[in-house]
């Protein structure tokens, strides 16, 4: 009798624990996949929504938060579809968004990507960590006002708690890539639903025991208190603002790069960009028109650390710790492809240096092994130091944000998906849908373009008024 052979046969050489291109195996759904969107977007943007709401009024504030979502999703496609060249299911993957721009386009236009890129980046951890320090002082606000009175004068210093804040992503920077961030990422989306629900509960609260507050057609009015300057810089301002608050394109790359085979990645991508964004803009919606019916034109750069709401104290504590919990996650989220780049080039350069390479399997409680390497250790906890330390000099909210938004909107959520498209597609010019994407490029230029001139402004007008290191 014959006995069955235990040999087997297979056309596919890749080990079952590695990936087509011998990585390890990737793990992440379209469910983490939304988490990571969710956590890099609804985030302190949401909270300026009220006062950019305010600015623009009620016909062209919802409209500015709808366009924007629409060519946030749309552009979000196009890119989803280039991770993997020349086609979209089977083809090679590429792990970053200069890889997909090198691919795709070539030339200077790569490195103007990656300055582009790299640039919002940092301008979003340092951003992140003034954001964070002022929740954590809004706490100790709260307590003040709520034992000696609205009018109490209580200024707590940020600086203290920025340190904080920089201690721990120094010790968060050494998870050793983007891979392993599901867990943060999921536990910080959670915040931001948890204290973007309990502003807009206290919106409601507001509305809703009819509180008086003056709301326009076209926002804020001129008058005694703003010139016709002023309106024109807070409205270019607050277009920046809304910019920003659907700013992901520049991790989506890195976001899909987490994604397992199959399905195929740029389908997973798509469905993850659809519940990112029709997520964060029922929120940012809700958020921006109720605190805007709340507060009126009065309505403070950020509602629970502007003090729109001083009671019940407890409650914005709790909103003000999971904004601050939301951001020690999101921070990771954008500085991981940071650190992945420059790693990535010295290992490159010094491949032979073992201070570089060399791994060392360190016991962590609780945690068992973990990899140490010690360039790692080093270099991300100076790049925690420096920002932290800018973030000290230069701690503006409003047109901080506004700034990042204009300068990073145009060219990696607009530009550069809708040029590989057309590159991709080799759709030919002056066609239909050549004219029209070009017509969509241009005006979100200009878009740019004028609400980076209204956060200049605002910067300046701070300088003029600030110290550093310094508190009122």
Request: aromatic fraction near 14%; charged fraction near 15%; charge should be positive.
């Amino acid at each position: 009798m014959d006995t069955p052979s235990t040999f087997h046969i297979t056309n596919d050489p890749t080990p079952k624990h590695l990936d087509d291109d011998g990585r390890e195996k990737r793990t992440g759904t379209w469910l983490t996949a939304s988490a990571h969107i969710i956590t890099a977007v609804i985030g302190s943007g949401v909270l300026s929504l009220a006062w950019a709401i305010a600015q623009l009024g009620w016909v062209a504030g919802p409209a500015v938060l709808m366009t924007f979502s629409f060519i946030t999703y749309f552009t979000s496609i196009l890119l989803a579809d280039a991770y993997r060249a020349p086609d979209p299911v089977h083809g090679k993957r590429n792990y970053t968004y200069m890889d997909v721009v090198r691919v795709t386009l070539g030339g200077k236009k790569v490195q103007l990507c990656g300055i582009a890129q790299y640039v919002n980046l940092v301008g979003a951890t340092i951003g992140y960590t003034i954001t964070a320090s002022i929740s954590i002082v809004a706490v100790k606000k709260s307590h003040c006002f709520h034992y000696n009175g609205h009018a109490a004068h209580c200024q707590p210093s940020n600086y203290p708690y920025m340190a904080v804040f920089a201690v721990i992503q120094i010790v968060l920077s050494q998870i050793p890539n983007f891979h392993k961030l599901s867990l943060l990422s999921i536990l910080a989306a959670v915040m931001s639903y948890a204290y973007s629900l309990i502003g807009l509960g206290l919106s409601i609260a507001t509305v809703a025991r009819g509180v008086h507050t003056k709301t326009t057609l076209t926002g804020t009015e001129v008058g005694p208190y703003l010139s016709s300057s002023e309106k024109v810089w807070r409205t270019f301002q607050a277009i920046g603002d809304i910019a920003f608050s659907y700013v992901f394109s520049t991790v989506l790359i890195e976001i899909q790069d987490t994604l397992k085979s199959y399905p195929p990645e740029n389908k997973m991508m798509k469905r993850a960009s659809l519940v990112g964004v029709l997520t964060t803009t029922v929120f940012y919606m809700l958020c921006g028109c109720i605190g805007y019916a709340a507060f009126g034109n009065d309505a403070p750069g950020n509602f629970l650390t502007g003090f729109g709401f001083y009671e019940p104290f407890w409650l914005i504590d709790i909103a003000n710790i999971c904004i601050a919990v939301h951001l020690i996650g999101a921070y990771q989220v954008f500085c991981q492809p940071i650190f992945g780049f420059v790693e990535k080039k010295c290992k490159q350069r010094w491949p032979e240096s073992k201070f570089i390479t060399t791994e060392h399997a360190v016991n962590v409680p609780c945690c068992g092994e973990y990899p140490v390497n010690m360039f790692r250790l080093v270099w991300r906890t100076a790049y925690v130091a420096l920002t932290a330390l800018i973030a000290m000099i230069f701690p503006f909210f409003n047109s901080f944000l506004g700034l990042i938004g204009a300068v990073s909107f145009y060219p990696l959520t607009v530009y550069f998906p809708i040029e590989m498209y057309i590159a991709r597609a080799k759709i030919p010019r002056f066609s239909f849908t050549w004219v029209w994407l070009k017509i969509l490029t241009y005006t979100c230029l200009v878009v740019s373009l004028v609400a980076a001139v209204g956060s200049v402004q605002g910067l300046l007008t701070d300088l003029k008024k600030y110290q550093p290191f310094k508190t009122e």
